[in-house]
């Protein structure tokens, strides 16, 4: 079945994020959809963090002042225009042949920040070249403190702002749906910023390669309080879901928490992070920075996340199916579509600025 | 696929008001099925209106006695036969050719009450000379207060007894299904009776279309209490979900509250008006006129409403079919299944009149 | 479509309820299909009744002395060998040649009682000369307490045990399935015990044929009473939810209850009758006489009825499809069937009889 | 239909237990399956065995220090690689011609124990013969204590270590699958171990095959008791759900207890058995030997048994499932993919042995 090209222009059918999944299930190949769909194990956590923003619904607020309203927020010292950031999403050249550099222009075109994977296909100087706007770089643990500092400082001197550690992956998921399909990543695309992997310890008999292997390479907490110590750049800690690990985080000098079970990919039957963000609020403070991904796909989403105590949210599937559309210009205008949402969302609530979103917007079901 | 015609009589297989949606989506072209069936973004609280009726199971009551019962109801000092009033639709000419005619002429003719919307594709005085028994008016605020005071005067003036202030869509809804397939009005439909739209602010680089534009149109509580005094009709405010803008209602002085999300058109994730009722019945006491509407299909959903705090209710879509199947005709038989529905549903609670339907016929499941 | 002649013999496959079921819609027309299967407006209260018995499961106990169980019961004074009655069913002849002649053997073979309907398509005294067990008779109030005493004392005098007189259905349900289909007896079927129907009052314009109409032949509880004084049997009321009702009842001098919503044929979004089940034995006490229909199509929900609360079930349906299936003998076995799933469910729940099924059996989930 | 033959290979697809069914029933006859994969009456405790897992999330923990972690336990003074059992499964020779020697050869080569059923195909001493991991053997009550005790003997003499004495299936559940089908046993495959049946009683007219038949045969407390006495293993048993139950089972003298419903084989609606866990763990003490077997089919139900108070699991379906696929290779695969799933989710969750699992990684949903 040939695939159809993406678009050059955006047709007047495409009006939500799930037009746009439809519109990239025609462009992608199976490999690059196996990968870009798929999860960990049954899948269960991948549908359970798109469901789980229907548990609550919204009570809308009437004839408020809502005059010059707005939907900006100030992270790390920085305004945005909006609070949806573009999550780290790796290998994205799969999906389209600008891949991150599309994704960097279309996040600083429309105010916004874009989070780039350390799994990038393209190289993180040059991404941050086309940048129009404020660009986080995603890391993982690269096996010891010096490795992981060092990637961290090109980042900086690349011009990224924050560093976001990835903690939720020390293994590689079960993603039974990549097995399957045989996924494998085509020629030309691979991660051209952490070129040499850490090596694995050898495994004596009857050592696991899970606890005695991959995990030996995993970071723990006094190395992650290191690392903050040594950074040139604020660290975001990204997958955590217990309100303890997000209070050791904040103690350990991390700028803020991710709350995320990376998109369903590592470990299934995980809870929906959002379910968590009431009690990781509670234990952070107030103050605290807490943004939080997974499943978000309406600017009522993004609405019920900020009620519910993030004070930004990241996307990802999403913009990859607008990228896989029509490039910068489909991610550009997914931002444009859920901005729009949210701001209507605001205005049926009544809220005049992401401040005025608050928990008693929500009701239960 | 050619339309079928309207019908001129009732076929014996019409029985509820489920048959008559499966009728009128036999009769009516896609485009004025997009928009009377759609919903904002992805329609779940269009189904939430449905299902939640089910949401409470009915505990029926025997061997009282019930002759001489009835459904009569007094509303705005009016009795009228039923408790089941006809909710504002705009365009109705895109279903029927009689149209808005057709409505009123049905809702007399069976003892009850019509709401004309302002979006009425037939001017409103000839919809108040057809008309055999009470009517209401819906407005939108008109921009400022004397342009919607000159409308709610030309209603008066025609007849109408009411007016009834939408106030939960200042901004459009995002209603995807109508973006998709294009919806326009045809040719020769249109809201006659608002010719001129309030204009627009010209917006400068960088305001938002939803705060800096549609909301400086958007009425305030102070805006909606001036026409509250100055109105020659009494004021309902319709869209109300929250009990607290319910009081505020009752203290800005409007007459009454109809408690709707208004079908689902506006917001998504909203909400179903009769999960609130008994909150906002609360909030308001119990002599404050409290309508409701939002997924109605049966007598007994009529009952729950009224069990749950509503004074009466309003039905929209499913008049709709009744008129695209059958024109006034359809819609007064429509009403006739209703409110026997209701009177069955009564009788077989025990209940001789709607005073004597109380929450305790209800248990929530 | 040409349907299946009744069997002669039972074979291999049908081995449950549902398995008659399937048989029966093989056999039954088109019309009589409706009329059985069907139920009130949108049959939300047909489905519950099967559904709501997964709301409890079982926990079992192991290793206890079992020997010498039974499934023994005393209802009204009569030993039966289980607790599972046939429910009326009017105009069985719909169904199957013998109709209420096999009905009749059948649960006098099995050692059960059945309730003869006042809609019977066989004389009541040509059933009570078949049977072989004890049979009650089932009658509506006929308009006034002599011609429902005279009716009584008919029953009395072919040997009927006991009386069910069923009080919620004073108005007809709202049978959408029927309307649509055109469902009418076919000739030669008719309620023959009950020829003269009471005759409805002529209603002046403006009346309601619900509440000036059929309820004027309703009965009243005071009605109830005097019939109770004066009945020549015992008498049950059938079609009772509410505790409450249930008490008046036995105030009334019912000799017992029956929890029931007329198989969801009457008003639909009613509770299932087990759900009651638990609150109504608590309202008349351990000692009345108390049993429940709705939805049973295996032993388990015949544990469960008596865990909750009943002395005995009723099956309705479930037999019908029998009857259907297989005349006297298709009856004869399913009640084999459900009296051995029962027996294996006690066997596994550790008891002994029927006394020993208490609430402690279930888990509600 | 044609059946494929057994693998010789694992081929890359085969990569969870759900694609070892989808396999296996490419491979089985319809006789097989229907044996296999049936339960008892309308398989809802079946169903609910596999679905009760996902009321559970898991909410991980992070950057703990985990080197060195593992799946070993230690049961009845023995020490296992994982705490993953095969449970008694009967026929095997039903699946695959290796049969119970397959299962066996798989349990030891990756570190675990089997259970061998009473109704084994294979003869015991063979089995013991190829197995090179512990081996325990099933027995149902053979009708008297001698001659259960002479089968434990011989089992001992085998070298089985330990007895697992079912007690939850005194009488046949009522297996309408296999009823319909009309399940047999082919040819040359039957419970070679134990070649007499015990007698049946014979009944008197009146008396009940459940109660006067099966039961008669079925052990009691105090027989348990006897065996326990006198066994010269321990004694395990298994298919106990209540808490009540578990307790008299060790002060019976059990040497641990089962928590089962008989994979949903013998009384449907019942309990799975995973949700009695922690209130049989705090009912027989932290110290007692606690297994759940009952719906797991990945690694992460592990996880949340042993959360939930388990020791260790058992497999039933998936492991026939893995064998009728590719014999013992399938099997041995089957269990390192769930201990691999094991492993990445206790290491997501930050536990490094079993013992740090506990009820603070779930969340009820």
Redesign the interface.
């Known amino acids: 079945m040939s695939r159809l090209p993406p678009l050059s222009g955006i047709p007047?059918?495409l009006?939500?994020a799930?037009?746009y999944q439809r519109h990239a299930r025609q462009r992608l190949d199976e490999n690059a959809l196996v990968y870009l769909e798929g999860g960990a194990?049954?899948e269960?956590t991948c549908q359970?963090n798109l469901q789980v923003?229907?548990e609550?619904?919204?009570?809308?607020?009437?004839?408020?002042?809502?005059?010059?309203?707005?939907?900006r927020c100030r992270l790390l010292g920085q305004e945005l225009q909006h609070p949806i950031l573009l999550a780290p999403v790796a290998y994205q050249q799969l999906f389209h042949a600008e891949g991150e550099l599309a994704t960097a222009m279309a996040a600083g075109v429309m105010g916004g920040a874009a989070v780039l994977s350390s799994f990038s296909s393209t190289s993180l100087e040059a991404v941050a070249e086309v940048a129009q706007g404020p660009l986080w770089f995603q890391l993982y643990w690269q096996g010891d403190g010096e490795r992981t500092l060092a990637l961290a400082e090109r980042a900086a001197a690349a011009g990224y702002q924050a560093l976001v550690l990835t903690?939720?992956a020390?293994?590689?998921?079960?993603r039974?749906r990549e097995?399957?399909a045989?996924f494998q990543l085509p020629e030309g695309v691979r991660a051209v910023n952490v070129d040499e992997s850490p090596r694995l310890p050898e495994l004596q008999s009857g050592q696991?390669?899970?606890?005695?292997g991959?995990?030996?390479l995993?970071?723990?907490?006094d190395e992650?309080a290191w690392l903050c110590r040594h950074s040139p750049l604020p660290v975001l800690?990204k997958?955590?879901?217990?309100p303890?690990?997000a209070r050791?985080a904040m103690q350990a000098g991390a700028a803020g928490v991710i709350a995320s079970?990376h998109g369903g990919r590592?470990?299934?039957?995980?809870?929906p992070a959002v379910?968590?963000l009431p009690a990781i609020r509670q234990s952070v403070g107030a103050e605290a920075l807490l943004l939080v991904d997974g499943g978000i796909r309406?600017?009522?989403d993004v609405l019920?996340a900020i009620a519910l105590g993030a004070d930004a949210v990241l996307i990802g599937r999403p913009y990859v199916h607008a990228q896989a559309t029509a490039g910068a210009l489909g991610v550009a205008h997914l931002l444009k579509l859920l901005r729009?949402?949210l701001?209507?969302?605001m205005?049926?609530?009544g809220c005049?600025e992401l401040a005025d979103i608050t928990p008693e917007l929500l009701?239960r079901l």
């Open positions: 007047a059918d009006v939500s799930a037009d194990a049954d269960l359970a923003w229907q609550w619904a919204l009570l809308p607020r009437m004839l408020r002042d809502l005059r010059g309203g707005h939907t903690v939720d020390p293994v590689s998921g079960v039974n097995q399957r045989g696991s390669p899970v606890f005695d991959l995990l030996a995993a970071p723990r907490w992650v800690l997958g955590i879901l217990h303890a690990d050791q079970n590592v470990l299934d039957s995980q809870l379910k968590m309406r600017g009522t019920k729009e949402e701001e209507v969302g205005a049926l609530c005049r009701v």
